[in-house]
């Protein structure tokens, strides 16, 4: 069993900058991909940014230049940098890790993030 606990979400103004922090329990952190989605009232859950294993890392139109994923093995945590933040980026943010081949699947909890103009 995997928990995942991001933190990190808050208010801010447009054009500023938060980074979000997932730490995620157990050994098999350094094996999955990370991914951070995004969710706004009355729409569907979107995915922002993924991380895989290997570091490659791939991220929404929306967010591209703005936002950057990383992750710390070491630390078993993953990061989301996001700057020049704009109101349409408010939502609550989700951490999710996965591996394909062992049939993980886990998301935290969600933090709020919330960008006001």
């Known amino acids: 069993q995997v928990q995942l606990v991001e933190s990190g979400g808050g208010l801010v103004q447009a054009g500023g900058s938060l980074r979000l922090s997932c730490a995620a329990s157990?050994?098999?952190?350094?094996?999955?991909?990370l991914g951070w989605y995004r969710q706004a009232p009355g729409k569907q859950r979107e995915l922002v940014a993924d991380?895989?294993?290997?570091?490659?890392?791939n991220y929404a139109d929306s967010v591209k230049g703005r936002f950057a994923i990383s992750r710390d093995n070491a630390k078993n945590t993953v990061y989301l940098q996001m700057n020049s933040l704009k109101p349409e980026d408010t939502a609550v943010y989700y951490c999710?890790?996965?591996?394909?081949?062992?049939?993980?699947?886990?998301w935290g909890q969600g933090t709020q993030v919330i960008v006001s103009s």
């Open positions: 999710q890790l996965s591996h394909v081949g062992l049939r993980l699947l886990y």
């Open positions: 157990g050994s098999i952190f350094s094996r999955c991909k």
């Open positions: 991380i895989t294993s290997g570091g490659t890392t």
